[in-house]
């Protein structure tokens, strides 16, 4: 595989990586001492020296490494308080940033290695609390120098920023408008002309034998050679809208084509982060790279790369064991993490992954409940525990190093990942290895959308967040205990109306279904209508509207109107929404009308969005009124309300699990004897015995859900 000094095209985008952090840091430096809140500033600053750090060890450069290391633990100790904010480590700051400028390869003058290793040992002796500290000097060449080489440089292609290249992305965006706009002028003239012809030649049929005048008959003539003429000019400019859309389409390519960048471009320097991380945790380490010439928009990469080089890290410095443990466990004596890449439709899948020891649940429990995440009896596990381990600041590190430990952890990996419309998901098992899955858009220039027409309006769906669209008169649909389910793959989704959850007016008959995913959650949205895919140039709202609830954009259609971009992980997540977005299901009917009773009160508890719709929907059926709560902690923040008549809960839920629920119920005024049906697919005896001890009133399974079962639990439980 070539090097860094093999490949100038990957040195320099390392180079420009590099020179604008240390450009940011500069600029945050010489604002930190005047700033109010200095600490909010170190934050930024000490994000930057990490960045510059990951990409000093994938550069191979160790003196640039060790300033960046030593930057870090100094911003550290101003950032924990431990220091001050003081002239003179400002100043030592400021100049490591230029020791690391000049250090970087491609430089003409170069500073040499002592006055970095000089700059490092200053640092230290900084956070170690020397004060003043004194500041290595190193002359380098000067500003007019660097300036007329500069512009003595040549060379045989242009820098072009990338703002640029989205500018005229946009562009040819709105040009691609236009051209659709001229395609549906044309059509319309079409029509015209059609109509023109068959109404001409019913008049020439009427008027045939019919005495005319020679004036009439000329006329007739003339208006006949003008339906000709129109006829041909309507193809003509037909054809015209047909080539313009199709080199506008090439256009738009070509553009996006200048902001696409290989995946090699980051993983390029990850098998000397591999090997020197190896050497220092004395591991024997294999790195796979997979699918490298996979491209991606530059904007997404170069957002991306920083969580891909701590994934690799965090993989080998947690995941992957030592040679010993590997053979004792009875595995092969090298680990291996591998880095895939693949095209997904409209998305681009990136995986990290070992096959070291895997997530230790109760290790991590452990870790969670000692720093104050999970309460001292909590028994979540599965993926609502490893979701723990996103969690700001979150480490089950115990020591610091240079590879880990720092509280910059896998929450600014979702961070990165979400913020370009990614997700990530992480999947593990004990003694078998730990993958991350990222799920990205190929781009940010351009979105894949499909159209749904809701009534008289019609809004975009991006196309990554959709599993699969439905028709409804094909699908399997029921009326589950009052509530709409539509049966997919054998499996229920609640189906609901997304032009409720959009405040969408008039009158609607849906035709198909939308089904979405997000993280674990699924659910389908029926529409009126879908109207195919297509590549949307989408904009901001802007500052006057700025940012309305589940809409995340907007794009002008071929006939001037407006589209807005549904936000479809917004929708998923806000249940406020699903609360007003019914089908139109039947609704139940009070047994005695004319009769006001008070109906039982039942609150349920579970972090599945499709089963608490479920759930909620079988029980209102029922009689019930329903309150929902997502998790565990927040149905104990209920407690502070009048009693309910019973609570239905969930076991695995991130925060509190439905056994300490229990318990805190039962300890709880006025709450003590509310009947608690513990409702999950955990089977063993041992967890049902836990749930009884815990105060349970029932147990019943997920896997052999009944509704009937159910409603008779809680009607047995409650009285009535």
Not at 270 to 293: C, F, S, W
Request: glycine share 10%; hydrophobic share 45%; net charge negative.
């Amino acid at each position: 595989m070539p090097g860094w000094a093999d490949d100038p095209e990957l040195l320099a985008t390392f180079r420009a990586e590099v020179e604008e952090r240390v450009a940011s840091l500069q600029a945050g430096l010489l604002a930190l001492e005047a700033h109010p809140s200095p600490r909010q500033v170190v934050a930024s600053l000490f994000r930057d020296a990490h960045t510059v750090k990951g990409s000093a060890r994938m550069m191979g450069l160790a003196e640039v490494l060790a300033v960046a290391h030593s930057a870090e633990d100094l911003l550290g100790a101003v950032r924990d308080g431990r220091l001050p904010v003081r002239r003179d480590l400002i100043d030592l700051l400021l100049a490591s940033c230029d020791g690391i400028a000049n250090a970087l390869p491609g430089v003409d003058d170069p500073v040499p290695q002592a006055h970095l290793t000089a700059l490092a040992d200053a640092m230290q002796r900084a956070t170690a609390g020397e004060e003043p500290v004194i500041i290595p000097q190193w002359t380098g060449p000067e500003e007019e120098e660097i300036v007329d080489d500069a512009l003595r440089r040549g060379g045989d292609s242009v820098r072009v920023t990338t703002a640029k290249v989205y500018e005229l992305i946009d562009v040819v965006g709105e040009a691609e408008l236009d051209a659709r706009r001229l395609e549906r002028a044309s059509a319309g003239i079409d029509g015209i002309a059609t109509d023109n012809s068959r109404w001409l030649h019913t008049l020439r049929e009427a008027l045939a034998d019919a005495p005319v005048s020679e004036d009439a008959r000329a006329a007739l003539t003339r208006l006949v050679a003008v339906d000709d003429q129109l006829l041909a000019a309507s193809r003509d400019l037909r054809e015209l809208a047909e080539d313009a859309h199709s080199r506008l389409a090439q256009v738009r390519d070509g553009a996006m084509g200048l902001a696409m960048v290989p995946v090699r471009r980051v993983v390029a320097g990850l098998p000397r982060v591999v090997r020197d991380l190896a050497a220092t945790t004395g591991k024997d380490i294999t790195l796979v790279l997979l699918g490298q010439d996979v491209e991606l928009d530059k904007q997404v990469l170069d957002g991306v790369s920083d969580a891909l080089k701590h994934l690799v890290v965090n993989a080998v410095d947690h995941g992957c064991e030592t040679t010993q443990e590997r053979v004792a466990a009875g595995k092969a004596p090298q680990a291996t993490v591998t880095v895939s890449a693949r095209a997904a439709g409209g998305t681009v899948v990136i995986e990290v992954s070992d096959d070291g020891v895997g997530i230790d649940e109760t290790q991590l429990r452990a870790a969670a409940i000692e720093q104050g995440v999970l309460l001292p009896d909590s028994a979540v596990s599965g993926p609502a525990l490893l979701n723990v381990l996103f969690l700001p600041s979150f480490s089950t590190s115990t020591t610091v190093t240079e590879a880990s430990g720092r509280g910059v952890g896998l929450d600014v990996v979702r961070t990165a990942v979400e913020g370009l419309g990614g997700s990530i998901e992480l999947r593990s098992a004990r003694g078998e290895g730990t993958t991350f899955v990222m799920t990205l858009p190929v781009t940010l220039g351009v979105l894949r959308c499909l159209m749904a027409r809701v009534g008289s309006e019609r809004f975009a769906l991006p196309v990554p967040g959709v599993v699969e669209s439905l028709s409804l008169k094909n699908a399997v649909v029921h009326n589950l205990a009052g509530s709409p389910v539509v049966i997919r793959h054998g499996e229920t989704l609640p189906l609901l109306d997304l032009g409720s959850a959009l405040g969408v007016e008039g009158e609607r008959e849906a035709t198909a279904a939308v089904v979405v995913r997000h993280g674990d959650r699924q659910m389908a949205w029926a529409v009126d209508g879908l109207e195919g895919e297509l590549e949307l140039v989408v904009k901001d709202l802007g500052s006057f509207l700025g940012r309305p609830p589940v809409i995340s954009g907007a794009t002008i259609d071929g006939d001037g109107s407006v589209v807005c971009l549904v936000d479809l992980r917004e929708l998923t997540d806000d249940t406020t929404q699903h609360a007003a977005a019914s089908y139109g299901g039947p609704v139940a009917e009070d047994e005695h009308p004319g009769v006001e009773t008070a109906r039982p009160r039942v609150l349920v508890v579970e972090d599945s969005v499709g089963v608490r719709e479920l759930e909620r929907a079988i029980l209102e059926a029922a009689g019930y009124e329903v309150v929902t709560a997502v998790d565990g902690t927040e149905g104990a923040a209920k407690l502070g309300d009048t009693p309910a008549d019973l609570v239905l809960s969930d076991v695995e839920m991130p925060g509190m699990d439905g056994y300490q629920l229990t318990r805190t119920i039962r300890r709880t005024r006025g709450w003590e004897q509310v009947p608690v049906v513990i409702m999950t697919s955990r089977a063993s005896e041992e967890d049902q015995r836990a749930g009884l001890e815990a105060g349970a009133s029932a147990y019943l399974l997920k896997t052999d859900f009944d509704q009937a079962e159910l409603v008779e639990t809680v009607r047995r439980l409650v009285g009535r």
